[in-house]
């Protein structure tokens, strides 16, 4: 299949999203852009990676960033257009424009960061969202983090929440709700491997579709 597409996941946190998206994207032959967005967004901005960092999924705009200081304790250049401050919503602009020239390069796989909605309106966009029953999500974190389940669960409803605000904030549709999406998949369900073999069969669908 040759003819391109964006394919952007939500996830719950624990749900294996991240996973999934990444085996996706190597099945396809695709690139899978997670941390890369951050990366991407410092270099093109010049801004020092660590705020995109900071702000990574948060929706917060009260709190006024302090003065970026690079590596050695230097200013960044480019911020006298900014007023030499930067808000969370700044930053999101940067990333904003890093995911639309990343996907202006090709296929690919985003994970998280408000990208369906950045690249609502693309005819190659195809957004999915993973989720999956609590008590197995905490099972995952506990066994990825070393966590008592106690504070998986307290992880897993603070990261929940985090991303969830962030989304509502910048986006017009609900995080998680199956109306947002173009898929919505219960990876405690199907399993990791069987919410990749759905993923990447729907895409093979709808590219087919969208080649006729």
Not at 39 to 63: H, R
Request: glycine share 8%.
């Amino acid at each position: 299949m040759s003819k391109r597409i964006v394919i952007c996941i939500g996830r719950e946190f624990g749900s294996g999203g991240r996973e999934i998206g990444c085996a996706v994207a190597e099945k396809l032959g695709i690139p899978f852009y997670d941390k890369e967005i951050l990366k991407k967004a410092a270099k093109d901005s010049g801004i020092v990676e660590e705020l995109f960092e900071n702000a990574d999924e948060k929706p917060t705009n009260s709190f006024l960033y302090t003065l970026a200081i690079g590596a050695h304790g230097q200013a960044v250049n480019s911020f006298t257009n900014y007023n030499d401050y930067l808000t969370n919503d700044k930053l999101f602009l940067f990333q904003t424009d890093a995911i639309r020239k990343m996907a202006d390069e090709g296929s690919c796989v985003f994970i998280g960061r408000c990208a369906d909605y950045i690249l609502r309106g693309r005819k190659d966009m195809f957004s999915v969202f993973i989720h999956a029953p609590l008590e197995l999500r905490i099972q995952r974190i506990c066994r990825l983090y070393n966590l008592e389940e106690d504070a998986a669960r307290s992880l897993i409803r603070k990261t929940d929440r985090s991303r969830a605000n962030y989304h509502n904030f910048y986006a017009d549709r609900d995080w998680g709700a199956a109306g947002s999406y173009d898929m919505s998949i219960n990876s405690g369900k199907f399993g990791v491997d069987g919410a990749v073999q759905l993923i990447v069969s729907a895409a093979e669908t709808f590219r087919a579709q969208n080649s006729q």
